[in-house]
Structures are given as structure tokens and as C-alpha cells.
């Protein structure tokens, strides 16, 4: 959910390159430096973050970063759901999940920007059932909800 004050970042942080490393082994395929990097930059922050802030941040350590750079790693990690894209905002966010795959929902701060990502199993039931009943095939899930964070409601 939301961070709290007595959240370990840095161990998070942690758990979750553990994670990257781990799954990209388990997978054979290759977790560089720059998907790393990336990845480690979206883990800095719970909030959701652009590309070109990714790219803006990346560019203090490598200078001739470009969009492309960016995008391709972005992909390969969204591939991998080490991370989530948050259509609403166009930005991107840790996934802090086990291995398994899933489908996500996200509670997004309309004040502070913070979001928290949510799974209930019941809420993919539901829409699956309701898919079924139309004769709907789902391709693709974004349920983002927008309110205010604990941290916001008192503002």
C-alpha cells in the first residue's frame, strides 16, 4: 500500500534488484547494467515516473542517453512485470509483487502523486465474468483509481 513513515526504502529497493536478477536468470536473459540502472531509478521513488524523467535522470551518468535507450529497457522490464505502466499518468512504477504474474490495480494521489499498487483476485473474477457474459475477449487491464493518499486526506 502507501509508505508509511517506518517503511525501509533501501531494503526494498533491494528485495527487488534480488528479485530482477533472479527472474531475468530463471528466464535466460540478460539483466545489463542500463535495465539495471533504470529499474533501480523507478524503484527510488513510489511515486510513478516518465520516460523522459527517467531519461533526464539517466543523462547525469551517461550523457548520450536518448529516448530509444530508455524505451527499450522500459519495455524489456515491463515484459518481465518488474515494472507497471501507469496509463493515466504515462509513467512507470516498481512492481514490488512476487514472481507470479498478475494483473494490477493502482491507487493513484490526485495531491502528492503517490500510487500504490493493489491485486484482488476477486476484481480479475469479476471482470472476467463480466467479459464472458458479453462475449468479450480482454486483451489488456488498466484499472487506476484516483482519491487521496493517508499521507494527503488531512490536506
Do not use: W
Not at 534488484?17 to 530463471?26: D, E, Q
Not at 521513488?45 to 522500459?74: K, W
Amino acid at each position: 500500500m502507501f509508505v508509511n513513515n517506518g517503511h525501509n526504502h533501501d531494503q526494498c529497493i533491494k528485495n527487488s534488484m534480488k528479485r530482477a536478477v533472479n527472474l531475468c536468470a530463471s528466464r535466460g536473459v540478460r539483466l545489463t547494467a542500463l535495465r539495471s540502472r533504470v529499474l533501480e531509478l523507478i524503484l527510488q521513488s513510489h511515486h510513478p515516473v516518465g520516460a523522459y524523467d527517467l531519461l533526464n535522470l539517466l543523462r547525469n551518468e551517461r550523457q548520450n542517453a536518448q529516448p530509444p535507450t530508455i524505451y527499450r529497457a522500459l519495455n524489456f522490464l515491463l515484459d518481465l512485470g518488474l515494472v507497471h505502466k501507469v496509463k493515466s499518468l504515462n509513467a512507470y512504477i516498481g512492481c514490488y509483487a512476487s514472481d507470479t504474474s498478475h494483473n494490477s490495480q493502482f491507487l493513484i494521489c490526485i495531491d502528492c502523486g503517490a500510487a500504490a499498487e493493489i491485486t484482488d483476485i476477486r476484481i480479475d473474477n469479476a471482470i472476467n465474468a463480466l467479459a464472458k457474459a458479453a462475449n468479450f475477449s480482454v486483451n489488456n487491464r488498466s484499472i487506476e483509481v484516483e482519491g487521496k493518499c493517508p499521507n494527503c486526506q488531512g490536506s
